[in-house]
């Protein structure tokens, strides 16, 4: 089972639902596929057994060949190369390496170099398998990497994906295919109108899903009267706890330390089974 983290926005708690549901079930895996910030090592410290670099493929032009007649720069969606007079400029940090320039080259041009993204880091927290996938800073191309740390699913575990914020192709790349999708959300004007975002996504993709309500206490009612009017199950509602913020504070598993807060993560668990067997 494949059980996605997502939220609309940054900040709602979204790791600390991943980090808690996957410390307190058996047989479990989680995947960090926020590349671009990973945060779920903070809580879980894992010991990394293992580093897989992720590469893509980037253009090199041999200009001795190049007649300069531009059908790379033509064909090139990202407009990651521009051809002048008697010049080829490659901007790598534009490029997906789709390979579509040395393709269509008539001239046989454009041959390919490994550029390096980021690396996966894959170790263990305990019996939780752990998998990290890393960015290199200042590069927009999350979903290669997410791909990678998502080739890691071990189809013998439970597998909790946490996924970046928002609803770009990231949080696509991460949540695609997975059997059930959590939406982590805040009782605030924000948080509500990022929610109607995420629910857009995951009906898209045809994902079942379900909201949980951090600091559940501290807003309005929108959010569970939105939910309630679109036929959304609140899976769980945690209310706001000065005891939470201190543990998670402290890079600390707050299941681990308080028992009640552990059993909900349980019964959230069953829940989500439930509605998907």
Avoid at 10 to 38: H, R, Y
Avoid at 217 to 223: L, N, P, Q
Wanted: glycine share 6%.
């Amino acid at each position: 089972m494949i059980i996605a983290i997502a939220s609309g926005k940054g900040g709602t708690g979204k790791t600390m639902i991943a980090t808690n549901l996957a410390s307190v079930l058996e047989n479990t895996q989680i995947l960090d596929c926020d590349v671009e910030e990973p945060n779920d090592h903070l809580f879980l410290k894992p010991t990394v057994e293992k580093t897989i670099p992720v590469y893509i493929r980037i253009p090199v032009v041999d200009e001795t060949k190049c007649d300069y007649c531009g059908k790379c720069a033509e064909v090139c969606e990202r407009h990651a190369i521009a051809v002048f007079k008697n010049k080829v400029l490659i901007f790598e940090e534009l490029c997906n390496g789709c390979g579509a320039c040395s393709l269509f080259c008539p001239k046989d041009a454009i041959s390919e170099r490994n550029n390096e993204l980021g690396v996966v880091e894959i170790g263990k927290s305990g019996q939780i398998d752990c998998v990290t996938g890393h960015l290199n800073v200042g590069l927009p191309l999350a979903p290669p990497v997410i791909d990678v740390v998502k080739k890691q699913i071990n189809k013998d575990k439970l597998a909790i994906v946490d996924s970046p914020p928002g609803t770009s192709c990231p949080v696509i790349a991460s949540i695609y295919e997975s059997d059930f999708c959590i939406l982590v959300t805040e009782p605030t004007p924000f948080g509500l109108f990022d929610l109607k975002l995420a629910v857009g996504v995951v009906q898209k993709l045809e994902i079942p899903f379900g909201v949980v309500i951090n600091q559940s206490d501290i807003g309005d009612e929108k959010v569970d009267e939105y939910c309630t009017k679109e036929k959304i199950p609140i899976l769980l509602k945690i209310p706001w706890d000065r005891r939470i913020a201190e543990l998670y504070s402290k890079g600390l598993i707050v299941s681990n330390e308080l028992p009640d807060l552990n059993q909900q993560f349980k019964t959230l668990f069953e829940t989500i089974r439930g509605a998907i067997e």
